[in-house]
């Protein structure tokens, strides 16, 4: 939380929406990695370390290009 994990996750609800992406966002507890931090993590896909609220888009074109 304290390294910017909400703004994350508010950015990552904000732009899927915005974009009509059908994914699912749920919060989660610590997985192991808070010193690298914010982390996201994609259910049986990538782990992402460091997001900030402007790398959502990134992360969000390149699940979209995987599930293609």
């Not at 703004?7 to 990552?12: C, G, I």
């Not at 507890?29 to 990134?58: R, S, W």
């Amino acid at each position: 939380m304290s390294q910017g994990a909400v703004d994350v996750w508010r950015a990552l609800l904000q732009r899927a929406k915005e974009r009509g992406d059908r994914v699912e966002i749920k919060k989660n507890v610590c997985m192991g990695y808070c010193g690298q931090g914010p982390n996201v993590k994609i259910l049986g896909g990538a782990f992402y370390h460091g997001v900030t609220p402007e790398g959502v888009d990134e992360i969000l074109d390149a699940e979209e290009a995987q599930n293609d």
